[in-house]
């Protein structure tokens, strides 16, 4: 009984002889949730471009010049093969967004750091198009070591995309889906 006791004993203290860190040991140059809300907030500018030539000027800070965007929402769309680059480069991506009409109705659901280098923004649309369905989604954003956005992966709900701004779902010939 009391050898058990003993070995019990000293499994507790070697366990936490390798348990992980305290807190005070992760690195201190993690982003911030401060930050990472102020990124998607400033993000946000761009795809609203209430203001074109201010949402121009924050894209051009707030992207990195080897920014690319991954979306097989999007390519599916276009009608695209997927598991490509939906944008490869800054300029490319903002003259897309600046020359399409603005993103309104713009909600966020959640802004969540994820690791230190990378933001995953949760959010719902519900002004595209006809407005008849809310659009909803997440964008993972990766940043570079000065808090620029390099690389987003984005991935909604396509067929209400679709739907409001004017395609046609077409169901297979055979009994409806249930």
Same mark, same amino acid.
């Given at each position: 009984?009391?050898?058990?006791?003993?070995?019990?004993a000293?499994?507790?203290l070697a366990s936490?002889?390798?348990?992980?860190p305290?807190?005070?040991?992760?690195?201190n140059?993690?982003?911030?949730?401060?930050?990472?809300?102020d990124?998607?907030n400033?993000?946000?500018?761009? #795809?609203?471009?209430?203001?074109?030539?201010a949402?121009?000027?924050t894209?051009q800070?707030l992207l990195a010049d080897?920014?690319?965007?991954?979306?097989d929402?999007?390519l599916s769309?276009e009608?695209?093969?997927?598991?490509?680059?939906?944008?490869?480069?800054k300029?490319l991506y903002?003259?897309?967004?600046l020359?399409?009409?603005p993103?309104?109705?713009?909600?966020?659901l959640q802004? #969540?750091v994820a690791g230190?280098? %990378?933001?995953?923004w %949760?959010?719902?649309?519900?002004?595209?198009g006809s407005?008849v369905? %809310?659009v909803k989604?997440?964008n #993972?954003?990766?940043?570079?070591?000065?808090?620029?956005?390099?690389?987003?992966?984005?991935?909604f709900?396509?067929?209400?995309?679709g #739907?409001?701004?004017?395609?046609?779902?077409?169901?297979?010939?055979?009994?409806p889906?249930?």
């Amino acid at each position: 009984m009391k050898f058990s006791l003993i070995a019990a004993a000293a499994c507790t203290l070697a366990s936490s002889a390798f348990a992980a860190p305290a807190w005070s040991a992760w690195p201190n140059n993690c982003l911030a949730q401060s930050t990472a809300t102020d990124i998607v907030n400033q993000y946000i500018t761009i #795809l609203n471009h209430y203001d074109v030539k201010a949402a121009n000027a924050t894209a051009q800070t707030l992207l990195a010049d080897d920014y690319i965007e991954i979306s097989d929402s999007i390519l599916s769309l276009e009608g695209q093969p997927l598991n490509q680059t939906t944008f490869a480069g800054k300029q490319l991506y903002i003259n897309g967004v600046l020359n399409a009409p603005p993103v309104e109705g713009i909600s966020t659901l959640q802004v #969540l750091v994820a690791g230190c280098d %990378q933001i995953l923004w %949760q959010w719902v649309f519900t002004g595209i198009g006809s407005k008849v369905a %809310q659009v909803k989604g997440f964008n #993972l954003f990766g940043l570079n070591a000065q808090n620029q956005i390099k690389t987003v992966h984005l991935e909604f709900n396509s067929i209400a995309w679709g #739907l409001d701004t004017g395609y046609q779902v077409i169901f297979p010939p055979g009994p409806p889906p249930s």
